[in-house]
Protein backbone atom coordinates (compact mmCIF):
# COMPACT_ATOMS: atom_id res chain seq x y z
CA UNK A 1 0.00 0.00 0.00
CA UNK A 2 1.70 3.21 -1.14
CA UNK A 3 1.56 6.40 1.11
CA UNK A 4 2.31 9.79 0.67
CA UNK A 5 1.59 12.32 3.77
CA UNK A 6 2.11 15.76 3.52
CA UNK A 7 2.65 17.94 6.28
CA UNK A 8 3.98 21.92 7.05
CA UNK A 9 0.88 23.45 6.13
CA UNK A 10 -0.34 26.20 8.30
CA UNK A 11 -1.32 30.48 8.75
CA UNK A 12 1.26 32.73 7.73
CA UNK A 13 1.02 36.53 6.66
CA UNK A 14 2.14 37.67 3.62
CA UNK A 15 6.05 37.56 2.75
CA UNK A 16 6.45 34.71 5.74
CA UNK A 17 7.51 31.00 4.81
CA UNK A 18 6.80 27.75 5.11
CA UNK A 19 8.64 24.23 4.11
CA UNK A 20 6.35 21.11 3.47
CA UNK A 21 7.03 17.91 3.17
CA UNK A 22 6.00 15.10 2.00
CA UNK A 23 7.13 11.35 3.24
CA UNK A 24 6.22 8.24 1.26
CA UNK A 25 5.79 4.76 2.48
CA UNK A 26 4.72 1.47 0.78
CA UNK A 27 7.77 1.01 -1.45
CA UNK A 28 10.83 2.22 -2.98
CA UNK A 29 10.15 5.46 -4.58
CA UNK A 30 13.71 5.42 -6.31
CA UNK A 31 12.19 5.58 -10.01
CA UNK A 32 9.62 7.69 -9.64
CA UNK A 33 8.63 11.53 -10.00
CA UNK A 34 7.96 13.34 -7.19
CA UNK A 35 5.54 16.78 -7.45
CA UNK A 36 3.61 19.23 -5.74
CA UNK A 37 0.32 20.79 -7.04
CA UNK A 38 -1.77 22.97 -5.20
CA UNK A 39 -5.19 23.37 -5.98
CA UNK A 40 -7.46 27.01 -4.59
CA UNK A 41 -11.10 26.79 -3.99
CA UNK A 42 -13.05 27.26 -7.40
CA UNK A 43 -9.91 26.78 -9.53
CA UNK A 44 -7.97 23.90 -11.27
CA UNK A 45 -5.44 22.04 -9.64
CA UNK A 46 -1.63 23.70 -10.76
CA UNK A 47 1.67 22.08 -10.92
CA UNK A 48 4.06 23.45 -8.06
CA UNK A 49 7.23 21.72 -9.00
CA UNK A 50 8.79 17.91 -9.64
CA UNK A 51 11.59 16.20 -8.55
CA UNK A 52 13.03 13.08 -10.00
CA UNK A 53 14.67 10.26 -8.25
CA UNK A 54 18.03 11.42 -7.76
CA UNK A 55 16.98 14.81 -6.97
CA UNK A 56 19.03 16.53 -9.88
CA UNK A 57 15.87 17.28 -12.30
CA UNK A 58 13.72 19.68 -10.97
CA UNK A 59 10.63 21.38 -12.91
CA UNK A 60 8.81 24.60 -11.42
CA UNK A 61 6.52 27.44 -13.34
CA UNK A 62 8.80 30.51 -14.08
CA UNK A 63 5.88 32.02 -11.97
CA UNK A 64 7.30 30.48 -8.51
CA UNK A 65 10.97 30.54 -9.21
CA UNK A 66 12.77 32.46 -6.87
CA UNK A 67 10.03 31.83 -4.17
CA UNK A 68 9.72 28.16 -4.15
CA UNK A 69 12.51 25.35 -3.99
CA UNK A 70 12.02 21.64 -4.01
CA UNK A 71 14.37 19.44 -2.47
CA UNK A 72 14.72 15.97 -2.52
CA UNK A 73 15.76 14.95 1.47
CA UNK A 74 16.20 11.01 0.92
CA UNK A 75 14.75 7.99 -0.75
CA UNK A 76 11.54 8.99 0.27
CA UNK A 77 11.23 12.74 1.55
CA UNK A 78 10.84 15.63 -0.70
CA UNK A 79 10.55 18.93 0.69
CA UNK A 80 9.01 22.11 -0.87
CA UNK A 81 10.22 25.52 0.49
CA UNK A 82 7.96 28.40 0.12
CA UNK A 83 9.41 32.32 0.80
CA UNK A 84 7.83 35.36 -0.06
CA UNK A 85 4.95 33.87 0.06
CA UNK A 86 1.73 36.35 -1.28
CA UNK A 87 -2.15 35.41 -0.52
CA UNK A 88 -2.45 33.96 -4.14
CA UNK A 89 -0.39 30.91 -3.32
CA UNK A 90 -3.20 30.13 -0.54
CA UNK A 91 -4.34 26.92 -1.63
CA UNK A 92 -4.20 23.29 -0.43
CA UNK A 93 -1.05 21.66 -1.52
CA UNK A 94 -0.56 18.10 -2.60
CA UNK A 95 2.22 15.48 -2.79
CA UNK A 96 2.35 13.35 -6.07
CA UNK A 97 4.24 10.34 -7.26
CA UNK A 98 4.93 9.62 -10.99
CA UNK A 99 6.21 6.65 -12.92
CA UNK A 100 5.49 8.14 -16.90
CA UNK A 101 3.78 11.05 -18.58
CA UNK A 102 4.55 14.88 -18.04
CA UNK A 103 5.35 16.23 -14.89
CA UNK A 104 3.29 19.16 -15.57
CA UNK A 105 -0.05 17.21 -16.25
CA UNK A 106 -1.57 16.13 -12.40
CA UNK A 107 -2.90 12.70 -14.62
CA UNK A 108 0.67 11.31 -14.76
CA UNK A 109 0.49 10.98 -11.05
CA UNK A 110 -0.12 7.72 -9.47
CA UNK A 111 -0.22 8.36 -5.95
CA UNK A 112 -1.88 11.21 -4.21
CA UNK A 113 -1.46 12.19 -0.33
CA UNK A 114 -4.36 13.85 1.30
CA UNK A 115 -3.00 17.66 1.11
CA UNK A 116 -2.21 20.32 3.46
CA UNK A 117 -3.93 23.72 3.53
CA UNK A 118 -1.50 26.97 2.80
CA UNK A 119 -3.02 29.96 4.08
CA UNK A 120 -1.61 33.24 3.66
CA UNK A 121 -2.95 36.58 5.02
CA UNK A 122 -2.58 40.08 3.86
Known amino acids: QVQLVESGGGLVQAGGSLRLSCAASGQTFSNYVMGWFRQAPGKEREFVASINWSGRVTRMPDSLKGRFTISRDNAKTISLQMNSLKPEDTAVYYC????????????????WGQGTQVTVSS
Open 96 to 111: AASTAGSDYDPRSYEY
